[in-house]
């Protein structure tokens, strides 16, 4: 299970501090991601990391950071320098493999509004 904290009303220029927590039955995790949909959009991919690597869209390059508490199987993103367009409903993914010997699998989180007021 997934669950997506952090989200509320900001106004245009400030930050926020989301946080995803995977629970239950977890033998390790892999990736783990964020994403968003605006009203009437696609989800769109923003973060993700893994041991070895962090991506970013172009689109959060430069104000937005991923980082995880792999102790506390959770992952953040530090919002900076929002803007109205980042209003979103935010969703963390994790690859999670559940036993030895199983496959990773995707697990979404309920996902978390971000509304960036002008």
């Known amino acids: 299970q997934l669950q997506a904290s952090g989200g509320g009303l900001v106004q245009a220029g400030g930050s926020l501090r989301l946080s995803c927590a ?36 172009d689109s959060v390059k430069g104000r937005f950071v991923i980082s995880r508490d792999y102790g506390k199987n959770t992952v953040y993103l530090q919002m900076n320098s929002l803007k109205p367009e980042d209003t979103a409903v935010y969703y963390c993914n994790a690859e999670v493999k559940m036993g030895w010997g199983e496959t990773y699998k995707d697990y979404w989180g309920q996902g978390t509004l971000v509304t960036v007021s002008s």
């Not at 239950?24 to 009437?40: D, E, F, K, L, V």
């Not at 959009?41 to 962090?54: D, G, M, N």
């Open 22 to 57: 995977a629970s239950g039955r977890i033998y390790s995790i892999n990736g783990m991601t964020w994403y968003r949909q605006a009203p009437g959009k696609q989800r769109e991919f923003l973060a993700s990391s893994t041991v070895q690597v962090t991506n970013y869209a």
